[in-house]
């Protein structure tokens, strides 16, 4: 068995970073719509969770921002001119297109790609697909730039590799990490991999209130492309009631680190049926350890509103007993607060809560577990893998001088149409590819 680490790579907030409330069936982003938010306060917090994770013992990495606005996407839709013309025209003619190709949502580093570690895979190398996220318009322009990213972090083809994202149409539909997870006994060795989905994209069924984001037929296609074992991959469909409560993406009602899976009793259509058969694909590996919170001890629109489950769930040196990383707004709340503190009192496998400010995120809808793309490297992956986009003090510090500079500290969504916002941003980006070692013309705007 080779030595492997779970490294957490987080998304770093944008400078334009806003409550534009664009994401049906998020009722966060939904009910802090028109906000006034804080750009350098949320990366601030971002990178100061990112140190925090470091300064604990985890392999801690960093995705950068996307080019916002997306003057890509509007020229594509007819407007021309100067990138500042391009931008005040499409403003004057529909404001909440520019809102939608404005958005910081790549923040939200768990909806940047679907992971499986060279432990799983046939041919014994890490693999990566970047998630389409066609369902919400202001979502489905990032592959292109997220597999960018992703091949600067993973260049070495000899390690890792990078796929295309699936097609954007709605039957391949593919919302990332969010809505899979990863069991095991140790890093190293061949572990299970569960995907859920929200819909069969193919079949006659009942529809859910809010979209039903992932569908059946991507997970599939994932993992055949990535090579995994028939035998040790497991789908599950999540739970309609709980995507009406909410739950946009599995990762608000379950999360999941070595052999413990943390989730909602509403979590999934066929709960029983989902654990029997993770079981059976974890058999001669190891003994999965499931932990359920009940809608008693925990109701579904409090495990919503605190985001209980959108905790990283993590295996911290020196500790025998698994760490959970939750918002301090599942500190706030009485029920997930009460919760939280039974399992530290208990004997099962998660034994100790750590609570995170990252108050800017939850407003948007994205908790701790949001905001981080988990992929488990060996030493020599990680030897290999763009040290410039892996935090420690340098880089750290780097980045936050960076973001002091750059970013403003308040944004209203009408700014979104300042041709001095969108320069603003160009010009933090444009040096932010010499800090990460991104390589030349790694932003559309640069060639």
């Not at 989905?197 to 984001?213: I, K, V």
């Not at 309609?240 to 999360?255: E, K, L, S, T, Y």
């Not at 001095?420 to 160009?426: G, I, N």
Request: proline fraction near 4%.
């Amino acid at each position: 068995m080779l030595k492997a680490f779970e490294a957490n790579y987080d998304g770093l907030i944008g400078p334009t970073h806003n409550y534009g409330g664009l994401s049906e069936g998020n009722l966060a982003s939904a009910n802090n719509a028109g906000l006034i938010s804080r750009p350098k306060e949320a990366a601030l917090q971002g990178l100061a969770k990112m140190k925090l994770m470091h300064d604990s013992g985890l392999v801690q990495g960093v995705l950068p921002p996307q080019a916002r606005p997306d003057l890509t996407q509007l020229r594509l839709m007819g407007f021309s001119g100067t990138d500042e013309e391009v931008l005040m025209n499409a403003w004057r003619a529909n404001p909440k297109l520019v809102r939608n190709m404005s958005s910081a949502s790549s923040m939200w580093a768990a909806n940047a790609a679907t992971i499986s570690p060279s432990a799983d895979c046939k041919d014994g190398r890490l693999h990566l697909t970047p998630a389409n996220l066609s369902t919400m318009l202001h979502r489905s322009i990032e592959s292109e730039q997220t597999e960018r990213a992703l091949r600067a972090a993973f260049s070495n083809e000899k390690f890792a590799v990078v796929h295309e994202a699936l097609p954007l149409q709605s039957t391949y539909a593919d919302e990332g990490a969010a809505n899979h997870v990863r069991l095991c006994n140790e890093q190293g060795e061949q572990g299970i991999e569960l995907f859920v989905y929200g819909r069969d994209a193919l079949a006659s069924e009942s529809t859910t209130n809010f979209p039903a984001r992932q569908t059946m037929q991507s997970c599939h296609i994932i993992a055949t492309r990535h090579g995994l074992s028939g035998a040790r991959t497991v789908f599950a469909k999540q739970a309609i009631r709980a995507i009406d409560a909410g739950a946009f993406h599995n990762d608000v009602v379950c999360v999941g680190a070595k052999r413990c899976l943390f989730y909602h009793e509403y979590a999934f259509e066929d709960t029983r049926a989902t654990l029997a058969n993770i079981s059976k694909a974890a058999e001669g590996l190891f003994e999965p350890q499931f932990v359920e919170v009940s809608k008693d001890d925990v109701p579904i629109a409090h495990a919503i509103k605190a985001y209980l489950f959108n905790s990283m769930l993590v295996q911290l040196p020196g500790k025998e007993r698994l760490t959970l990383i939750a918002p301090t707004e599942t500190e706030d709340n009485e029920f997930t607060k009460a919760y939280c503190d039974k399992l530290v009192n208990g004997n099962g496998p998660i034994g100790d809560v750590m609570y995170v400010d990252v108050r800017q995120s939850m407003r948007n809808g994205g908790g701790p577990a949001c905001l981080r793309l988990r992929v488990v490297l060996t030493e020599e992956e990680r030897a290999a893998a763009n040290q410039k986009m892996l935090i420690d003090g340098g880089v750290y510090g780097k980045l936050c001088d960076w973001v002091e500079r750059h970013y403003r500290d308040e944004l209203a969504p009408d700014d979104l149409g300042d041709p001095s916002l969108m320069r603003e941003s160009y010009t933090a980006l444009d040096e932010l590819t010499q800090i990460m070692d991104l390589g030349g013309e790694f932003y559309p705007f640069q060639k």
